[in-house]
């Protein structure tokens, strides 16, 4: 096989132990946890595994294509690029360097509205080929200005956030006093000393911020008055009556993500939505709800053919993007596996990771014998 990624990460878990390797605690943390116990956190990925796939050997086979359609553009893979929160945390320039892995590989970029890079800048590199997720604000003039940004950037794809009501209670952040620019605890500046190269990398780059809510905070905020104006900002949760006025200004595909019932799918369904990402947050946010995997089942089963339905939360692999779709899932999006990426090898993190999963996910339709990835679910045992 063709190796396109550097042989000595050749798996997400590689990634995964070389990112905590390289990277402080506090953000190794922030993004590697859950919730609580960390239940759904685990139960996502542990769950889709029990996922089983039937392979036909005789059957005649002339090669395995990835290309899929999604909202008339043809992406060269199944899956694409989850928003994550405050990624240049992780790494400096994080949302940047997944965003051009993205537009090279032709798959899908979501840019989160509490993430360190700009609407503006993401719209630069990728010529506007990115999807924008948004955090509903309290104030509509602020969900307006964030929406006229988006549209003025070409964004063909509005992503709204409904599993955010309240933000998780995550106990490893609370015990690092996780904040943005990161709070210099002795705690934090000894896990901070003992990794030079972000250290360095991030004094290169500047402290991280959120860079598209920079021009409606207040300045010279402190640690405790950001926490409080960010609380403020995404109070209160999504509703219908919310989705309507969007739906209504936004000339684009909208997508609902945070969906985990048939009731919010039904409802997605009359508004008018084009599609909705099932998913619970990464496991960031309930710990007593279902998995991912079994949330779909029952949404692919009633409303397959009415919106395009997509997954997120505990992929992991390319095995795992086909046990996905092999389910009902039209396309699959991963967050963690790309900041795992990103962490572990900088600058050529995301299509790194990229590769892995194409590799890994060619391989398992060659060896089943699937050709197009819109016949997997002809697999699923």
Known sequence: MNLSYNPNFPSIDDLRTRAQQRIPRFAFEYLDGGCNEDLNL??????LREVELKPYYLNHHSGSDLKTELFGHLYDAPFGIAPVGLQGLMWPNAPEILAK?????????ILSTVTTSSIERIAELTEGKFWFQLYHPADNALRDDLLDRAEAAGCKVLVLLSDVPTFGYRPRDIRNGLAMPPKMTLRNVLQIMGKPNWAIQTLLHGQPNFANMKKYMP??????QLGVYMNQTFAGRMNEEKIKVIRERWKGKIVLKGVASEEDTDRAIRLGLDGIIVSNHGGRQLDAGQSSIHALEPIVRKYAGQIKIMLDSGIRSGPDVARALASGAAFAFLG???????AALGNSGGEHTI????TQLKQVMEQIGCQQVTELPNHLI
Do not use: C, Q
Request: glycine fraction near 4%; proline fraction near 3%.
């Open 42 to 47: 685990h139960k996502n990925t542990a769950e």
């Open 101 to 109: 892995a993205a537009v090279a590989h032709n798959i899908p970029f």
């Open 219 to 224: 300045k010279n905020l402190d640690m405790k």
């Open 336 to 342: 963690r596996s790309f900041m795992y990426g990103v």
């Open 355 to 358: 590769a892995i999963l194409k």
